[in-house]
């Protein structure tokens, strides 16, 4: 079956930098995805990265993905206050718009 | 970017009761719609996956007697939790595919709660 884990809770600095990490287990997995949500709010897709790609960087968010070990991450540089949400990672054969598997979703603090 | 709404926004109903929710793509057509579920704290759950003018297709597990799909039109799906009971509490999640840009919008959810 399908399984993605991230680590549930991250706290950092504002201005520091966050890196939110997730593991895969399916390795035909060809599109990985980040989406943040906000409290009581629906999901907004930040970034998603081919499996073919090592690395993505978009703005203040760079995300690097190792298929060997099957291991994706999100670095945001210079942490705001509004980047405080719940991160998921995602994953699905055939693009953005096919049936996603979520990870469990890590909760950012950010903290003055 | 393109925009999707769900009603309402919250509800809580009695148990034994029925609750439909609603999902709408604003400014696009959406042959395919995505329901999810949430639980606190924790990751979304695929339930089905809604096809304009045809029968959903249900995840293992749920059952589809219990959550009835109708996917009327190009801009309009419904879920409705028949004879809900409090553990059909949670945040429900829509989707909509946009098939013009090949891209997913999710809608801001419902909370239902069942007393």
């Known amino acids: ?112 | 970017g393109a925009v999707v709404s769900q009603h309402p926004s919250r509800v809580i109903c009695k148990s034994g009761t029925s609750v439909k929710i609603e999902c709408r793509s604003l400014d696009f057509q959406a042959t395919t719609m995505f329901w999810y579920r949430q639980f606190p704290k924790k990751s979304l759950m695929l339930m089905a996956t809604s096809n304009e003018g045809s029968k959903a297709t249900y995840e293992q597990g749920v059952e589809k007697d219990k959550f009835l799909i109708n996917h009327a039109s190009l801009t309009l799906s419904t879920l409705t939790v028949t004879s809900a009971h409090p553990e059909d509490s949670s945040f429900y999640i829509c989707s909509a595919r946009d098939r013009a840009v090949e891209t997913q919008y999710f809608g801001p959810g419902t909370r239902l709660l069942v007393l």
Request: proline fraction near 1%; include cysteine; glycine fraction near 8%.
């Open chain 1, 1 to 112: 079956g399908e399984d993605v884990e991230q680590s549930l809770f991250l706290s950092v600095r504002e201005g520091d930098s966050s890196v939110i990490n997730c593991t895969y287990t399916d390795s035909s997995s060809t599109y990985l995805y980040w989406y943040k949500q906000e409290p009581g709010a629906g999901l907004q897709l930040l970034t998603y990265i081919f499996s073919n790609m090592d690395m993505k960087q978009d703005q203040r968010l760079t995300v690097l993905l190792n298929k060997k070990d099957k291991h994706l991450s999100l670095r945001i540089a210079d942490t705001q206050t509004g980047d405080s949400a719940i991160y998921f990672c995602a994953e699905s054969y055939t693009g953005t718009a096919s049936k996603l598997t979520f990870g469990t979703g890590t909760r950012l603090q950010v903290t003055l």
